[in-house]
């Protein structure tokens, strides 16, 4: 098995609605620290072969959802190489120390702010998603889109129920309505849902992104625009957000993108193809057309010279 590496892009947007970005994110280690004239960020991860990202859904109003999410993507470097090697019992840990701290912080201000979570870890050639809220984490393999996250909503707590069906709860007003995120006093409901374990492979693409992404563009929206950016992150980060906004969002938006390529086209995605004649058959008659060309030039230029000397 060759060895797999992990690249990756992500970007953060304010948004056509909001007066201020409260999403975050953390892309193994690098987070977003926002001035008060320019709300959006992007990083950079060049090819790793472990990680933890991460995307955060900050709520409160005003600078107060900013708080937490910024509070939730800072705490996480504490946790980072812990859980790369601890597990579930690391990202527990983590939810319960980011989740006391906002929760202190309401206490002193007396106010309610919280945040969602998505965090995916890279380890080993396996992927493993935890989520509290309602931001998503995609897996895309082989022309196909699978949603690694469980969204806390009270739709889809419906929908479980049987009680919506799938089209009824991506409609239905209570998607919006979190029964499980950061910030909340009933520290037993703070787990996480968890995914199964996936074993990456090369050309393997997972998405991270906030509900600014997911309320604008449908699953089929998103597989076929990072599908038409082959791996591309970066690129494909600015799509997604762009579409968004064309979209109507009215949140704001982060998308991260992270691609498994091998130690030998850990660049591009594609091995770089050498040129040989063998593979291009027409090119021995252009060549020799040419040639038959150039030795009639000759000739005539000679001639004439012969002639006039």
């Known amino acids: 098995m060759p060895n797999l590496f992990v690249k990756a892009s992500v970007g953060t947007d ?3 609605s909001r007066n201020n970005n409260e999403d975050n994110y953390n892309l193994n280690g690098k987070y977003a620290v926002y ?9 950079f991860q060049p090819p790793v072969t472990q990680g933890v990202f991460a995307v955060f859904d900050g709520m409160g ?7 937490a999410s910024l509070c939730a993507a800072q705490t996480l470097n504490k946790y980072k190489d812990s859980i790369l090697s601890g597990g579930v019992r690391k990202v527990n840990e983590y939810i319960v120390d980011t989740n006391k701290q906002i929760c202190n912080e309401m206490e002193k201000n007396n ?8 965090i995916l870890t890279i380890n080993d050639g396996i992927a493993q998603a935890y989520n509290l809220g309602d931001s998503s984490i995609y897996h895309l393999s082989k022309n196909k889109i699978t949603k690694m996250t469980r969204d806390h909503t009270v739709a889809e707590q419906l929908y479980r129920m ?5 089209e009824e709860a991506q409609r ?4 919006h309505r979190l029964t499980k995120h950061l910030g909340m006093f009933e520290a037993e409901n703070i787990l996480p849902y ?3 374990n996936v074993r990456i492979s090369n050309g393997d693409m997972f998405l991270l992104c906030t509900d600014g992404i997911t309320n604008a563009l449908s699953e089929k929206d998103i597989k076929k625009i990072v599908y038409m950016f082959d791996g591309r992150c970066k690129k494909t980060v600015n799509a997604l957000i762009e579409r968004a906004i064309e979209n109507g969002s009215d949140d704001n938006i982060t998308a991260m ?5 091998n130690s030998t086209n850990s660049n591009t995605g594609k091995r770089n193809k050498k040129f040989k004649f063998g593979r291009h058959p027409r090119l021995y008659p252009f060549l020799l057309g040419i040639g038959v060309s150039l030795a009639i030039f000759i000739i005539i230029i000679s001639i004439i010279l012969a002639v006039f000397t």
Request: glycine share 12%; net charge negative; with cysteine.
């Open 162 to 166: 049987h009680a919506l069906t799938a």
């Open 111 to 118: 106010e309610h702010i919280g945040s969602t979570c998505a």
């Open 35 to 43: 001035e008060d004239d320019d709300q959006t960020a992007t990083a």
């Open 61 to 67: 109003g005003q600078s107060r959802g900013e708080f």
């Open 172 to 175: 239905d007003v209570r998607k």
């Open 257 to 261: 993108l992270l691609r498994v390529v």
């Open 194 to 196: 968890i995914s199964g």
């Open 14 to 16: 304010i948004g056509v």
